[in-house]
T-cell receptor, first 112, second 111 residues
Framework: NAGVTQTPKFQVLKTGQSMTLQCAQD?????MSWYRQDPGMGLRLIHY???????DQGEVPNGYNVSRSTTEDFPLRLLSAAPSQTSVYFC???????????FGPGTRLTVL | KQEVTQIPAALSVPEGENLVLNCSFT??????LQWFRQDPGKGLTSLLL?????REQTSGRLNASLDKSSGRSTLYIAASQPGDSATYLC??????????FGQGTTLQVKP
């Protein structure tokens, strides 16, 4: 198993550009989520999904969109990047919401 | 609103020492508590998961305890090694799977 994979590992955007951070898992996990990690703020939940076709907002959802068309994939879209979205983004998955969550290696995003 | 605090923020110990990392949470209605390890520039690795009905979990040299009534969890590391140097994060979850993280304790184990 590859576990949770994220692409790209690094990305630099200009303000106003759009992009999609990819997340995939091969463990047949129903629960997937996106977090951002910022110095002094820790990890905060952006969006999460309890299964294909079902998504909901976390603590800091503004500026981000998600969809879950398959069990394996949970992409995070930035429609119009802002410098405040400079961060490290982590995707996580678990079998169910009460189970151990497994994290991907992260995407380091810089918005200029 | 759930808040999770980890003390100390940083810790430096000599190799071989037993140590305790602390995690406190404000809302005792948690579903479970997880401890993670994060190496610089890397993702999070799950160490231990304690369900709300459990008091402790053990894995090798690691032992995590949970006391919901006092809003505290501790991670005990026995016979620390330089390879244990990392940031340790605790995260509390309600019955939605949403994790609320502490700020972490950065541990340095000196040879």
């Amino acid at each position: 198993n590859a576990g949770v994979t994220q692409t790209p590992k690094f990305q630099v955007l200009k303000t106003g550009q759009s992009m999609t951070l990819q997340c995939a898992q091969d463990m047949n996990h129903e629960y997937m989520s996106w977090y951002r990690q910022d110095p002094g703020m820790g990890l905060r939940l952006i969006h999460y999904s309890v299964g294909a076709g079902i998504t909901d907002q976390g603590e800091v959802p503004n500026g981000y969109n998600v969809s879950r068309s398959t069990t394996e994939d949970f992409p995070l879209r930035l429609l119009s990047a802002a410098p405040s979205q400079t961060s490290v983004y982590f995707c996580a998955s678990s079998k169910g919401f009460s189970d151990t969550q497994y994290f991907g290696p992260g995407t380091r995003l810089t918005v200029l | 609103k759930q808040e999770v605090t980890q003390i100390p923020a940083a810790l430096s110990v000599p190799e071989g020492e037993n140590l305790v990392l602390n995690c406190s949470f404000t809302d005792s209605a948690i579903y479970n508590l997880q401890w993670f390890r994060q190496d610089p520039g890397k993702g999070l690795t799950s160490l231990l998961l304690i369900q709300s009905s459990q008091r402790e979990q053990t894995s090798g040299r690691l032992n995590a305890s949970l006391d919901k009534s006092s809003g505290r969890s501790t991670l005990y590391i026995a016979a620390s090694q330089p390879g244990d140097s990392a940031t340790y994060l605790c995260a509390a979850s309600r019955n939605t799977g949403k994790l609320i993280f502490g700020q972490g304790t950065t541990l340095q184990v000196k040879p």
